[in-house]
């Protein structure tokens, strides 16, 4: 019997103790700073039918002092259309972010 009580209450706390690294996860996701919720290429919903976005970092190459930009993309094939006119398409997720910080 002591010992059942014993495999009861480890059990619980394992699960309170792991409780609060669930909910950084989570809080991680919804704190997201991506200000766009589609692929700016596609226009297709970033997570959706095409599964995780295509997510990398783009680096100007005439900017030397540049650590690069997080982009996604719906899909990795959407990454030749950037490449042709990458100045466009980081222009829109600026556009994004400044719209985002203007309803804040």
Known sequence: MKSFK?????TLLTGLLAAPFRASAEDAKKSD????KT??????????DMGEPYV?????KKIKDDSGREVRL????C?????????KYIKK?????????AKK
């Open 79 to 87: 990454l030749k259309d950037f490449n042709k006119e990458p100045a």
């Open 33 to 36: 700073k991506y200000p766009l």
């Open 93 to 101: 997720i600026d556009e994004a972010e400044k719209a985002a910080k």
């Open 74 to 77: 719906c899909c990795k094939s």
């Open 6 to 10: 014993l495999f009861i209450l480890m």
């Open 39 to 48: 692929c700016v290429v596609s226009d297709e919903k970033l997570g959706g």
């Open 56 to 60: 990398f970092t783009y680096k100007d």
